[in-house]
T-cell receptor, first 113, second 115 residues
Framework: GENVEQHPSTLSVQEGDSAVIKCTYS??????FPWYKQELGKRPQLIID?????GEKKDQRIAVTLNKTAKHFSLHITETQPEDSAVYFC????????????FGAGTRLFVKA | DTEVTQTPKHLVMGMTNKKSLKCEQH?????MYWYKQKAKKPPELMFV???????INESVPSRFSPECPNSSLLNLHLHALQPEDSALYLC??????????????FGPGTRLTVL
């Protein structure tokens, strides 16, 4: 079945460093790739997304890249801050047979002050 | 109104109880979703409604029964649950335009404990 693999499962960085999280998807019909941040006890919140017709998108300190041929997409956070500490989920969505979204297993990011 | 709301926030029920979870949005979204999230795991899709019709059922046991009474409301009826069903139940909504996938906005969730 459809699958999204996400690495690493845990990432610890020093404040000010960059963090990179990578995901791979299996469903060729996937055409929308959101990234969610989930703080403890809170709902997942969208931080950035990218569509399959775009290779890169940036929003201030956050950027996402997509390699559709290789079915890889990555999240890049620059100048990390302690408030970036959270669990980050990548996801792959398609609209064939309904609006289906498959989430990666998550990356727990720790930013040390 | 740009939020998805869910009630109750917390629910404790016995295995013989019948209860319902409620979700509401007033953003004009036509796709609504139920997810189950266990601790330290990603959200796991259960059901998708598109224009008030069930479009995806991810082989969820029949003790979970979804209902979409109108375009703003989504319910999840619970009956004869098992302790392993204890989890955070998240509702989400998206625009739901035909042929286009869009951002899903999540509610705060209902934390369910089955005794």
């Amino acid at each position: 079945g459809e699958n999204v693999e996400q690495h690493p499962s845990t990432l610890s960085v020093q404040e000010g460093d960059s963090a990179v999280i990578k995901c791979t998807y299996s469903d060729s019909a996937s055409n929308y790739f959101p990234w969610y941040k989930q703080e403890l006890g809170k709902r997942p919140q969208l931080i950035i997304d990218i569509r399959s017709n775009v290779g890169e998108k940036k929003d201030q300190r956050i950027a996402v890249t997509l390699n559709k041929t290789a079915k890889h997409f990555s999240l890049h956070i620059t100048e990390t801050q302690p408030e970036d500490s959270a669990v980050y989920f990548c996801a792959a969505s398609s609209n064939t047979g309904g609006f289906k979204t498959i989430f990666g297993a998550g990356t727990r990011l720790f930013v040390k002050a | 109104d740009t939020e998805v709301t869910q009630t109750p926030k917390h629910l404790v029920m016995g295995m013989t109880n019948k209860k319902s979870l409620k979700c509401e949005q007033h953003m004009g979204h036509r796709a609504m979703y139920w997810y189950k999230q266990k601790a330290k795991k990603p959200p796991e899709l259960m059901f998708v409604y598109s224009y008030e019709k069930l479009s995806i059922n991810e082989s969820v046991p029949s003790r979970f029964s979804p209902e979409c009474p109108n375009s703003s409301l989504l319910n999840l009826h619970l009956h004869a649950l098992q302790p392993e069903d204890s989890a955070l139940y998240l509702c989400a909504s998206s625009l739901g335009l035909a042929g286009r996938t869009d951002t899903q906005y999540f509610g705060p969730g209902t934390r369910l404990t089955v005794l």
